[in-house]
């Protein structure tokens, strides 16, 4: 809103800039934005004080503009905010801010989560899934029509080894817990088996073979435990109200995929080698040469998605396709979408965009496994419940859930996908600095504050305003902005860094001012608004990045 406001002006006076061209000052008095002039002084090779004059001495401030005054300091022209009128339209846009349209029209496909279906989801496709569900919230939110997948590998090694736990131990299919945990022990118990008796390995090859070879017996069998798992997975996936569009099997594109083989053979981009393997040529392209098929004639993962990423472009029509793995995989997702180009589908390929995430490492002790190296999220979640219920005593069951579920997914969001997170108990619960209690507590004290008072008259707007609160308005002023910024860059911990950011501007207005007992009538009924617009945005913000708004802590 006020970037928009100071282009605006500028190009009045012919100047060209663009909003990465402007600087927030780092004093209040120097304005609340800033054109800098010393790129135009080395295009034009003079004085940018000389150039950052002119400018000023040009403006005419129109009418209605937020802007109060303009001056020259330096080699800046500093831009002064009316906040009377800023303040007026700020609030009452934020007071009723519901959804953005900017992305009305356009559609976006989002594959995220995909967890093993052998176990339960662990620490490290939890945050998969939390990078995945704030995307698709905060393009929803935008005015996107988005359709999220979960993609299940149901081909590999491991649903072979599960598959042969089973066959051995004549398992029936009667869980008596959580389904893919009790999965978990079975897989566990019959890996150790195949790792002590490398010669098992053979059984389970063959098991992998009959099922991608269409074997009825396994394939029914497999199919009962994949359910099964992912039963399990939508009991987790429910405490964080994750839904998808729909679920994939990496199986259904066998025989597609052996199709596609034989297209990169056709046009010699695929060669079959001595033994019998066919390889993709990609050495070409600046990309290392890549297995398609074995010379057993199986496939491997690279192979199936080829078919299941056409699958999903032709079925949805996404404007853009979004898939989420570790960061294990980016040489993966290079091949797959050069692959997919070289077939002939070159705007799929352009339209395709792989987010990498670092993995999460937990310190030794307090939490660790009872099953090993593997760190359950419903473990971590029940550990986030108690925890939350002895630290803030905590009696309501729910209230305690949702606390410990938002901490944790904060906790894992906040942190740029690139980096690597460290999980520590002592920072994620937390009521201050930032982490998930601090942020709902915040809601909560706005909640609190609104629901003392039986009415609020419509005063947007004041004469003199204090530092903090103009720091507020400003703030809120930036959502939309941020939510522009984490869709640019698929960067969800923006929308996290900014909630923290509110949180603190509203915290330090509020400790400093009065609201409910302020001076005069008008300053009450104008910074009740002042809630209200931090509360709606602040419940926003929690919404978008897959936390509970809490109206009690």
Same mark, same amino acid.
């Given at each position: 809103m006020l970037e928009d406001e100071v282009l605006k002006i500028?190009? /009045?006076?012919?100047?060209?800039a663009k909003e990465e061209n402007l600087e927030t000052p780092p004093q209040e008095e120097l304005g609340d934005l800033s054109f800098p002039c010393f790129q135009l002084a080395k295009e034009q090779k003079r004085n940018p004080q000389v150039i950052a004059n002119e400018i000023a001495s040009k403006i005419k401030i129109p009418k209605n503009s937020v802007i109060e005054k303009v001056e020259a300091k330096g080699a800046y022209v500093n831009f002064f905010l009316d906040y009377s009128k800023f303040s007026k339209i700020v609030l009452k846009n934020m007071i009723r801010l519901n959804k953005l349209? *900017?992305?009305?029209?356009?559609?976006?496909?989002?594959?995220? $989560? /995909?967890?093993? +279906?052998?176990? +339960?989801?662990? #620490?490290? $496709?939890?945050?998969?899934?939390f990078i995945g569900e704030s995307l698709s919230r905060i393009f929803q939110f935008a005015g996107y029509t988005?359709?999220?997948?979960?993609?299940? @590998?149901?081909?590999? !090694? &491991?649903?072979?080894?599960? #598959? =042969?736990g089973f066959l051995k131990n004549k398992i029936k299919i009667k869980p008596n817990k959580k389904p893919d945990h009790w999965l978990l022990d079975i897989y566990?118990?019959?890996? !150790?088996?195949?790792?002590?008796?490398?010669?098992? @390995?053979?059984?389970?090859? !063959?098991?992998? =073979? &009959?099922?991608?070879?269409g074997d009825k017996e396994i394939s029914f069998l497999v199919k009962k435990i994949v359910n099964l798992?992912?039963?399990g997975f939508k009991e987790t996936y429910n405490l964080t109200n994750t839904k998808f569009t729909e679920y994939i099997w990496e199986s259904k594109f066998v025989k597609e995929s052996?199709?596609? #083989? %034989?297209q990169l053979l056709k046009k010699k981009i695929a060669f079959k080698t001595a033994e019998g393997a066919i390889v993709v040529n990609l050495q070409p392209y600046n990309l290392p040469n890549t297995v398609i098929l074995r010379s057993d004639g199986t496939g491997l993962y690279l192979t199936r998605d080829i078919p299941s990423h056409i699958y999903r472009i032709k079925k949805y029509k996404p404007s853009l396709s979004i898939t989420i793995t570790g960061e294990d995989q980016k040489l993966h997702f290079k091949q797959l979408f050069k692959i997919i180009e070289l077939l002939g589908f070159k705007k799929f390929s352009n339209i395709s965009h792989h987010i990498p995430y670092a993995y999460v490492t937990l310190p030794e002790g307090k939490l660790s496994s009872r099953r090993g190296r593997v760190i359950l999220i419903d473990d971590v979640f029940a550990e986030a419940k108690k925890a939350v219920k002895q630290k803030f005593k905590v009696k309501d069951d729910k209230l305690a859930e !949702?606390?410990?579920? $938002?901490?944790?997914?904060?906790?894992?969001l906040k942190i740029d996908p690139d980096k690597q997170v460290m999980f520590n108990w002592d920072e994620v619960l937390s009521l201050h600095g930032n982490n998930g209690p601090y942020l709902q507590y915040t809601y909560t004290r706005c909640s609190s504050i609104l629901k003392k008072v039986k009415k609020c008259e419509n005063v947007f707007s004041f004469k003199s305003l204090n530092e903090e609160e103009k720091k507020l308005i400003k703030l809120l002023s930036n959502f939309p902005k941020v939510v522009q910024q984490a869709i640019r860059d698929l960067k969800p911990h923006y929308v996290c860094n900014y909630t923290y950011?509110? /949180?603190?501007?509203?915290?330090? *207005?509020? %400790?400093?001012?009065?609201?409910?007992?302020?001076?005069?009538?008008e300053l009450k009924n104008f910074r009740l608004n002042l809630v209200k617009a931090t509360k709606n945005i602040l419940g926003k913000c929690l919404e978008l990045i897959g936390m509970y708004a809490v109206e009690k802590m």
């Open positions: 500028l190009r /009045s006076v012919d100047i060209k349209k *900017f992305g009305r029209n356009k559609k976006i496909l989002i594959e995220y $989560s /995909s967890p093993n +279906p052998i176990h +339960p989801i662990h #620490v490290g $496709s939890a945050r998969n899934t988005v359709n999220r997948l979960c993609y299940i @590998n149901d081909l590999g !090694k &491991q649903i072979a080894v599960l #598959v =042969y566990i118990d019959a890996n !150790k088996i195949v790792n002590k008796n490398p010669e098992l @390995n053979k059984h389970v090859e !063959k098991i992998l =073979y &009959q099922y991608e070879n798992c992912i039963k052996k199709k596609y #083989v %034989e !949702k606390i410990g579920v $938002s901490a944790v997914i904060y906790a894992l950011d509110l /949180s603190t501007a509203f915290n330090n *207005f509020y %400790e400093k001012h009065r609201v409910i007992n302020a001076e005069t009538n």
